[in-house]
Protein backbone atom coordinates (compact mmCIF):
# COMPACT_ATOMS: atom_id res chain seq x y z
CA UNK A 1 0.00 0.00 0.00
CA UNK A 2 1.38 3.19 -1.18
CA UNK A 3 1.34 6.10 1.63
CA UNK A 4 3.06 8.55 2.96
CA UNK A 5 2.16 9.50 6.98
CA UNK A 6 2.95 12.67 8.86
CA UNK A 7 4.09 12.48 12.57
CA UNK A 8 5.51 14.67 14.88
CA UNK A 9 2.49 17.80 15.63
CA UNK A 10 1.36 18.66 18.31
CA UNK A 11 1.19 22.14 20.88
CA UNK A 12 4.31 23.87 21.36
CA UNK A 13 4.57 27.27 23.51
CA UNK A 14 6.20 30.11 21.56
CA UNK A 15 10.11 30.05 21.16
CA UNK A 16 9.84 26.21 21.14
CA UNK A 17 10.65 23.78 18.45
CA UNK A 18 8.91 20.41 16.65
CA UNK A 19 10.41 18.13 14.16
CA UNK A 20 7.93 16.71 11.78
CA UNK A 21 8.27 13.06 10.31
CA UNK A 22 7.14 12.56 6.99
CA UNK A 23 7.40 8.17 6.44
CA UNK A 24 6.82 6.58 2.89
CA UNK A 25 5.64 3.09 2.28
CA UNK A 26 5.08 1.46 -0.93
CA UNK A 27 7.87 3.46 -2.28
CA UNK A 28 10.79 5.22 -2.32
CA UNK A 29 10.62 8.77 -1.36
CA UNK A 30 14.42 9.39 -2.93
CA UNK A 31 12.98 9.07 -6.34
CA UNK A 32 11.33 12.50 -5.83
CA UNK A 33 11.27 16.15 -5.01
CA UNK A 34 9.65 16.53 -1.30
CA UNK A 35 7.52 19.34 0.03
CA UNK A 36 6.16 20.45 3.06
CA UNK A 37 3.26 22.60 3.22
CA UNK A 38 0.86 23.88 5.66
CA UNK A 39 -2.70 25.55 6.06
CA UNK A 40 -4.85 27.14 7.85
CA UNK A 41 -8.60 26.72 8.18
CA UNK A 42 -10.50 29.43 5.57
CA UNK A 43 -7.10 30.17 3.71
CA UNK A 44 -5.41 28.59 1.03
CA UNK A 45 -2.20 25.96 1.48
CA UNK A 46 1.24 27.84 1.47
CA UNK A 47 4.34 26.02 0.61
CA UNK A 48 6.84 26.22 3.35
CA UNK A 49 9.73 24.00 2.53
CA UNK A 50 11.16 21.44 -0.24
CA UNK A 51 14.22 19.55 -0.90
CA UNK A 52 15.94 18.19 -4.04
CA UNK A 53 15.90 14.48 -4.77
CA UNK A 54 19.66 14.28 -5.08
CA UNK A 55 22.29 16.18 -3.10
CA UNK A 56 19.64 17.54 -0.99
CA UNK A 57 19.01 20.88 -2.45
CA UNK A 58 16.47 22.93 -0.19
CA UNK A 59 14.30 25.57 -0.50
CA UNK A 60 12.13 27.81 2.24
CA UNK A 61 8.95 30.16 2.12
CA UNK A 62 10.37 33.58 3.12
CA UNK A 63 7.95 32.95 6.44
CA UNK A 64 10.08 30.31 7.46
CA UNK A 65 13.28 30.85 6.45
CA UNK A 66 16.19 31.10 9.44
CA UNK A 67 13.74 28.91 11.69
CA UNK A 68 13.42 25.62 9.85
CA UNK A 69 15.06 23.34 8.14
CA UNK A 70 14.14 20.27 5.70
CA UNK A 71 15.94 16.63 5.45
CA UNK A 72 16.12 14.00 4.25
CA UNK A 73 17.11 9.98 4.83
CA UNK A 74 16.41 7.87 2.52
CA UNK A 75 17.54 4.92 4.20
CA UNK A 76 15.15 5.51 6.50
CA UNK A 77 12.69 6.35 3.74
CA UNK A 78 11.86 9.45 5.54
CA UNK A 79 11.92 13.51 5.10
CA UNK A 80 12.08 15.65 8.33
CA UNK A 81 11.03 19.38 8.92
CA UNK A 82 12.64 20.71 11.84
CA UNK A 83 11.11 23.76 13.17
CA UNK A 84 12.68 26.08 15.42
CA UNK A 85 11.71 29.37 17.31
CA UNK A 86 7.76 28.93 16.13
CA UNK A 87 5.41 31.49 16.52
CA UNK A 88 1.96 31.28 16.70
CA UNK A 89 1.32 32.03 12.72
CA UNK A 90 2.83 28.80 12.25
CA UNK A 91 -0.39 27.56 13.47
CA UNK A 92 -1.08 25.57 11.13
CA UNK A 93 -2.08 21.63 9.59
CA UNK A 94 1.51 20.11 8.28
CA UNK A 95 1.45 18.28 4.74
CA UNK A 96 4.27 16.37 2.96
CA UNK A 97 4.19 15.65 -0.69
CA UNK A 98 6.22 14.32 -3.29
CA UNK A 99 6.55 15.88 -6.81
CA UNK A 100 8.30 14.79 -10.37
CA UNK A 101 9.89 17.93 -10.81
CA UNK A 102 13.37 18.41 -12.14
CA UNK A 103 13.23 21.86 -10.16
CA UNK A 104 12.96 23.38 -6.57
CA UNK A 105 9.90 24.59 -6.28
CA UNK A 106 6.50 25.29 -3.85
CA UNK A 107 3.81 25.34 -6.38
CA UNK A 108 1.17 23.07 -5.01
CA UNK A 109 -0.26 21.95 -8.18
CA UNK A 110 3.07 20.25 -8.87
CA UNK A 111 2.84 17.70 -6.20
CA UNK A 112 0.97 14.83 -6.76
CA UNK A 113 0.79 12.20 -3.88
CA UNK A 114 -0.21 13.95 -0.13
CA UNK A 115 -0.06 12.81 3.20
CA UNK A 116 -3.09 13.39 5.68
CA UNK A 117 -1.45 16.05 7.39
CA UNK A 118 -0.19 17.09 11.19
CA UNK A 119 -1.38 19.94 13.24
CA UNK A 120 0.90 22.28 14.58
CA UNK A 121 -0.84 24.34 17.15
CA UNK A 122 1.76 27.43 18.95
CA UNK A 123 0.07 28.74 21.56
CA UNK A 124 0.77 29.86 24.98
Known amino acids: QVQLVESGGGLVQPGGSLRLSCAAS????????IGWFRQVPGKEREGVAC????????TYADSVKGRFTISRDNAKNTVYLQMNSLKPEDTAVYYC?????????????????WGQGTQVTVSS
Open 97 to 113: ATSYSQILQLREYEYDY
Open 26 to 33: GFTLDSYL
Open 51 to 58: ISRIAGAT
